[in-house]
């Protein structure tokens, strides 16, 4: 895969369209004129069957007005109100879940707005501390919405430019595509951010995880091409499940990423913990101690979070890590004082 800013050509296949958002173009009016294909996914709901619906349709009955404000907003009706907001929608099963909604206030040649929705169920995050929450509070409010807002907004607007030249201009289309891609590079950042600042600080209440399956579902969660997964442990840790499967993705992740397509990823126990291993080409010694850092990777189109993450989390929970090399040459890394039985 070529880098940003090169003349070479991206291969399509390898730069998939943006599909967690639904693109919305509503009138003057809030009527819906246009609905991505993304909606019957993400929405339940089939794009045509949205078009000619006023855009608070589907919205829970008491979060309606915030949601008429934000359309108000984007015309110029109400100078004061949001262009983003959070609320609930109604599914294709009736029932309700979060959505937020973020609007563009150029309209389009055809006087149309453009509002990008997404699904945010279940993104909440308790803090015990009330200082340490009002300033995580402040972060993540720059982060998601200072940062993600306008985001979307642009790659709405080169999604709905991309539709209009595909079939017209090959050049223009693997420009936009490029464009695409370096959008979903600050999406992949700004998660990763989002889940490095979420990562530390007290653990929620631990269990007992049976760890085998857990690894099981955390390869299936994971793009691992031909690799291949060996578990070596039957036992069962103790640990806050959501931030261990954290820790055992972003390991698989890392070993799938830099070990190649063909790599094999072994987890195994060991005295007080476990490790995943691979037998790639491994880390170098100089590159030991810095894998760690925020922000250090040493692929050209990596975040360099993914390890940064771990390691919060292990801090989290009492636990350490250390990186070692595999019996196959590659990287081990040891997760330490894990409780286990």
Not at 45 to 54: A, K, M
Not at 115 to 134: L, M, P
Not at 186 to 211: C, K
Request: charged residues 30%; hydrophobic residues 35%; negative net charge.
């Amino acid at each position: 895969m070529c880098g940003i800013g090169t003349d070479q050509t991206i291969p399509l296949e390898a730069l998939p369209l943006r599909s967690e958002s639904v693109l919305t173009l509503v009138d003057g009016d809030g009527v819906i004129r246009y609905s991505s294909a993304s909606a019957e996914r993400v929405l339940e709901h089939d794009q045509d069957e949205l078009v000619g619906e006023h855009v608070t349709e589907r919205a829970h009955p008491d979060d309606r007005p915030r949601v008429s404000e934000m359309v108000q907003a984007l015309t110029g009706e109400k100078e004061q109100a949001d262009r983003s907001v959070e609320y609930r929608y109604e599914k294709g099963d009736g029932t309700y879940e979060r959505v937020e909604s973020v609007g563009s206030p150029q309209p389009t040649d055809e006087g149309l707005y453009l509002i990008t929705t997404r699904d945010v169920t279940g993104q909440a995050v308790t803090d015990r501390d009330a200082e340490a929450r009002e300033e995580f509070d402040e972060f993540t409010k720059v982060v998601s919405h200072d940062l993600r807002n306008p985001l979307n907004v642009a790659s709405g607007h080169v999604e709905l430019l991309y539709e209009d030249v595909a079939e017209q201009n090959e050049d223009y289309r693997q420009r936009l595509r490029k464009v695409m891609y370096a959008h979903d590079r600050m999406e992949a950042l700004i998660e990763n951010l989002l889940t490095l600042a979420r990562s530390g600080g007290e653990v929620d209440a631990a269990e007992w995880i049976a760890f085998d399956s857990l690894c099981q579902r955390c390869w299936q969660n994971v793009s691992t091409a031909n690799a291949e997964l060996v578990v070596e442990f039957d036992g069962e840790v103790r640990a806050d499940a959501s931030r261990l499967q954290q820790i055992v993705e972003n390991l698989v992740r890392n070993a799938v990423e830099h070990g190649g397509e063909d790599v094999t990823v072994t987890i195994g126990e060991t005295d007080d913990g476990f490790y995943v291993a691979d037998d790639g080409a491994g880390i170098p010694d100089e590159m030991k101690d810095r894998v760690f850092q925020n922000g250090f990777s040493t692929l050209s189109d990596g975040t360099g979070f993914g390890l940064a993450i771990v390691s919060e989390i292990a801090d989290a929970h009492g636990w350490e890590v250390e990186v070692t090399v595999s019996q196959g040459g590659g990287a081990r890394f040891e997760i330490a004082g894990v409780e286990r039985r």
